[in-house]
């Protein structure tokens, strides 16, 4: 899926912390239109900080990070939404309270009122549980939630951070599938940050590695080197 024309996301240079301490320095990546990348790395490796730096709840403080042609850096979050950047943040953060169908609604663009039916045939077990509340499903079901919220901004990128975190791993083949599916029908670009290996090798058309804030491994998934990897990965 890899395109060799203008990148959906491409990242330059950027450098995000906390106070005085630096996370990520120098950092730059892109991602073809149409393209699944998954950036690996274990837990304090950087991965949550870099996709919350891309989504603008953290500022860079050196570098730049573009949608297509459109400059994001130094935007807020809600302008990048509606840019056609969307985020899945890590432990789902579903508003419990709400229905099914009251969540997905929180995500749609301005003047929208009615969930797509496009976003129910990707998620029929929301359909059916429309009227229930978000509280009340399951890790996986929780974790289809929040998807088809961002989905229903009518993103050109996604970004997922670690979505197979407390989910069953037959759930997590689905998860595969299903993304798969969504870029092919949507022609989407996903940014998905991960632990698992496995998770990252069926879904994925490229494997970034990141250690201590750097991307350290790149490999398309058909000549990747599951060992190197995971060697990498127990650092």
Do not use: C
């Not at 459109?70 to 953060?93: F, H, I």
């Not at 940050?193 to 201590?212: C, I």
């Amino acid at each position: 899926m890899m395109d060799s024309g203008q990148a959906a996301l491409h990242v330059s240079g950027i450098k995000v912390g906390y106070g005085q301490s630096v996370v990520i320095d120098d950092l730059s990546l892109r991602a073809s239109p149409g393209e699944i990348v998954a950036v690996m790395g274990l837990n304090g490796m950087g991965k949550t900080t870099l996709m919350k730096s891309l989504i603008g709840v953290l500022p860079v403080r050196a570098g730049r990070i573009a949608l297509g042609t459109t400059n994001l850096t130094g935007k807020e979050p809600y302008e990048r939404v509606g840019s056609g950047l969307a985020y899945v943040p890590q432990g789902r953060m579903v508003f419990t309270k709400l229905t099914v169908e009251e969540n997905i609604k929180t995500g749609l663009r301005p003047g929208q009122r009615h969930v797509p039916e496009e976003i129910y045939q990707f998620f029929p077990v929301l359909k059916e549980m429309r009227r229930r509340r978000g509280g009340n499903l399951s890790g996986g079901q929780q974790q289809q939630l929040v998807i088809a919220r961002a989905l229903a901004s009518e993103p050109r990128v996604l970004l997922l951070d670690e979505p197979t975190e407390g989910i069953q791993p037959s759930i997590i083949k689905e998860l595969a599938q299903l993304l798969k599916r969504i870029r092919d029908q949507r022609g989407l670009t996903i940014l998905v940050s991960e632990q698992v290996l496995s998770f990252a090798l069926s879904v994925a058309d490229r494997v970034l590695v990141m250690v201590r804030g750097r991307l350290v491994h790149e490999s398309p998934r058909e000549t990747l080197d599951e060992q190197a990897v995971a060697k990498l990965l127990s650092i």
